[in-house]
């Protein structure tokens, strides 16, 4: 079956507009400098806040 009727390429490329990726915004950490996500642990150090830190276990290999 095909479509009632037709949408125009501009219909249709407005309807896409919100389609794109968005960069991932990244901080630097305050501890170690390491690039980190806002509001999130760091995954080097571990550091979230002045009061907060988060253990990190070793790496097993």
Known sequence: ?????????MRKRTRRAHHALKPVHLIACP?????????AACK????????????IRAKES
Do not use: D, E, I, R
Request: aromatic share 4%.
């Open 31 to 39: 501890q170690c400098g390491q690039a980190k996500l806002p509001h």
């Open 1 to 9: 079956m095909l479509p009632v009727t037709k949408k125009s390429k």
């Open 44 to 55: 080097n150090c571990g550091y979230v806040n002045a009061h907060t830190k988060v253990k």
